[in-house]
């Protein structure tokens, strides 16, 4: 038998429901209670209006009472610990020795030791400093006057185009992290490089490494010196090396240049050690680096073509050691990124160094006369 079903209307309902809803206040109710975030209406608005003011009010009148007062900051700061970390330090920073280092007149506050007054290195610093320091002077001296080279030699520069900045008004300067970050400590001096914003075509300035196990071509006496460092399993390198290498060869056999391969591929390396024939080791260099992709088939097929011996034992013994020689030199050098070329007179202290260039017109446009 069916159940019957009641009918309720919708003005029961609502009306029940009004009830349940109801609110009522008992005697007992809390002071602070008049706190609580009402539910819903322009009360909640309200709310939350005064609430947020009521914040900013008593965060205002605390900065007016620290900045009044600083020994409200002390006492608050008294119980916070110091926190030291290992992963944070300092700039670098030399000892300051007024009798070893050069100063800067009073009348000067910023000095460009500059190779090239026109070259592009020294106008992407003016341009860097003119940004930082708008309203300072920056003098330009060349490195090779006997002022330059006073500085050049009390401050130890080693690479230049470079900007030398007095300490004293460094520090005086209102600069982000970032800013003072670009800059190196250097004794009363703050000094900024052209490497920071174009690690190519800087002047060096110091002697290179001798390298026995170097692969060269052209005669030693020849006027200029082409230092080479690469690698196998870099692209940019097998890319200079194809627009580069014909050049490298044609100066060699004019006697104009004497080409230095310092590579970093143990195939290579271990064929100038154990090969009698320069020319046999060459040509294996030659024929790896014309390869698009270097397969390691290929690279055995061209060690056997060779006739390079012994190649494990001069992985595990002798090349170890010498990677890391030309690693570290090259680092030292400022050699960041490979493929790194240095260029300068045979016998000579001063190099201009070049990264990422893939043309040999990269050259002639920095002014290196061949």
């Known amino acids: 038998m069916p159940t019957k079903k009641h009918k309720t209307t919708r003005k029961k309902v609502v009306k029940k429901n009004l009830k349940m809803k109801k609110v009522t206040y008992s005697k007992n109710r809390p002071f602070f209670s008049f706190l609580r975030k009402p539910k819903r209406g322009w009360r909640r608005l309200a709310f939350s209006f005064l609430r947020t ?44 020795d007024q009798s070893v280092r050069g100063q800067i007149p009073n009348s000067q506050e910023g000095l460009l030791i500059a190779v090239n007054k026109e070259g592009e290195n020294e ?71 052209a490497a920071l914003v174009n690690p190519s075509g800087q002047l060096h300035l110091g002697s290179m490494s001798q390298d026995s196990s170097t692969l060269t071509i052209g005669p030693a006496n020849a ?52 090969q009698k024939d320069p020319n046999a080791s060459l040509a294996l260099r030659e024929t790896l680096y014309a390869r698009a992709n270097l397969t390691k088939e290929y690279r055995e097929y061209a060690l056997k073509k060779n006739n390079v011996e012994d190649l494990r034992q001069c ?44 043309e040999f017109s990269e050259y002639e446009k920095a002014g290196v006369s061949f």
Request: with cysteine; proline share 6%.
């Open 223 to 274: 006027p200029l010196t082409v230092i080479i460092y690469s690698s196998l399993d870099c692209q940019d390198c097998r890319v200079h090396e194809r627009n580069t290498f014909g050049s490298w060869k044609n100066l060699a056999k004019e006697g104009r240049v004497r080409v230095e391969f310092r590579d970093l591929d143990s195939l290579l390396a271990c064929s100038v050690i154990h």
């Open 315 to 358: 992985e595990a013994q002798d090349f170890p050691p010498l990677l890391d020689k030309r690693l570290s030199d090259a680092l030292s050098l400022g050699g960041a990124t490979l493929p790194v070329v240095f260029v300068g007179k045979t016998g000579g202290n001063q190099w201009t160094r070049f990264t990422a260039v893939k």
């Open 53 to 96: 003011s009521a914040v900013v009010l008593v965060l205002a009148l605390g900065a007016t009472l620290i900045s009044y007062d600083p020994s409200v900051l002390n006492f608050m700061s008294a119980g916070i610990p110091e926190v030291s970390d290992s992963k944070f330090q300092p700039r670098i920073s030399y000892p300051s």
């Open 123 to 193: 106008k992407k610093l003016i341009d860097i400093f003119a940004g930082v320091f708008p309203d300072k002077e920056l003098r330009v001296i060349p490195y090779d006057s006997a002022e330059g080279k006073r500085y050049v030699a009390d401050l130890s520069l080693l690479d230049l185009p470079t900007v030398v900045y007095k300490k004293s008004l460094f520090d005086a300067e209102p600069l982000s992290a970032t800013v003072k970050d670009l800059f190196i400590v250097q004794g009363n001096f703050e000094v900024l490089n």
